[in-house]
């Protein structure tokens, strides 16, 4: 690992945050609870099953209630900024979008459950942005600009979607937020932003052509000094592995200098992490908050459990010079402390995958979760 410099800023990035159907019905001001999924068609019935899965939910809980345990440790780790996949809509929008079978939102008054953990950005480039339609797209952007949080990857036009979140950072530089969804995370084609069509910035065939598209979109907002964060939504649910075309786009877009950060997202567990050439990938974040709880893993798989990743770059070429780990577990819809058995199944899912990337985890003495790199 490398010597952490002086003079250096904290990122705070975590994967999919998905406040709609279970957890907005626990929250205070509940939208109606009709889902037009192929198995369930009330969202309450997600409360119920996390219920009988972990105990009772106290619900109408308070906006901060899903951070739970998230919130102390944000604050010991005291980021400069803190980002998040957004994978709800923050709507009224009664038309869910044709052809999905599954349709997230939340009411538009629980937009405090952001605010209650200081999110400065979200990326929306993802495949429920637009689960209710055009109308909720455009509700969520307006939701969260009013409530002072930026947001990327999606919007009324191309221009728009492909456009960065610029927030500023210590010492005068600035951070510059681009969001894309790319193949097998669940967009459908025609959600792609156009010229005159609201969407999601969408990345085709992740190979040379979109490395380019993404580098000429960056060279066209960048200032010296700022540090570029890229959010990718990307691959399936459940994978067991990294797949290798993400590798290979993630260190393209390093080399080309289009990328500081890599922040990918999709997988509802997390992934193993790489330093290319410096600079941090995170290839699967997992999910932090969702209303699964009831639902059971996924074979070996689980996403009960997901990490917060506060990454410390060096102000001057934007190096990772450090990054911890955060594991927390849903419970009841709250994310806590968990448990060791959790904690060695998580360990033991991300230490292989890291030797194969030449970075290992680290568990100190106190119990905190280390990156250490070749």
Known sequence: MEAPSTETFKLLLAGDVMTGRGID??????LPPRLYEPWVQ????????????????????????????????????????????????ITGAQTPSPGKRIHYRTNPAHVGCLAAAR??????????????????????IEVLRAAGIACAGAGGDAREARAPAVLPLPGGSRLLL??????GCGVPDDWAAGPQQPGVALLPRLDEAD??????EVAHARRAGDCVLVSLH?????????????????????????????????SHHPL??????????????GDLINDYEGIGAHGALRSD??????????????????????????????????????????????????????????????????????
């Open 25 to 30: 019905q626990a929250l205070a001001d509940p």
């Open 42 to 89: 009330d969202a309450r019935e997600y409360v119920r099953l996390a219920e009988a899965a972990n105990g009772p939910i106290p619900a109408p809980v308070d906006p901060d209630y899903p951070w739970g345990e998230a919130l102390a440790a944000i604050a010991r780790l005291a980021p400069d900024r803190r980002i998040v996949n957004l994978e709800t809509a």
């Open 119 to 140: 999110i400065d950005a979200c990326a929306l480039a993802n495949n429920h942005v637009l689960d209710w339609g055009v109308a909720g797209l455009a509700q969520t």
């Open 178 to 183: 681009f969001a894309f969804a790319a193949p």
């Open 211 to 216: 490395a380019q598209a993404v580098c000429a």
């Open 234 to 266: 990307w691959g399936e649910n459940w994978v067991g592995q990294v797949p290798a075309a993400h590798r290979r786009f993630a260190h393209r877009l390093i080399d080309l200098g289009a990328a500081d950060v890599v922040h990918g997202h999709s």
């Open 272 to 285: 193993p992490i790489e330093v290319h050439a410096g600079k941090l990938i995170l290839y699967g974040c």
């Open 305 to 374: 459990i997901g990490c917060l990743y506060a990454a410390t770059l060096s102000c001057a070429d934007a190096r990772l010079q450090a990054l911890e780990i955060v594991p927390l577990q849903l419970r009841r819809f709250r994310l806590s402390t968990p448990s060791a058995e959790s904690l060695h199944w998580l360990h033991d899912l991300l230490a292989p995958g890291c030797t194969a990337l030449g970075s290992r985890i680290e568990i100190n003495p106190g119990g905190r979760w280390q990156l250490a790199w070749s």
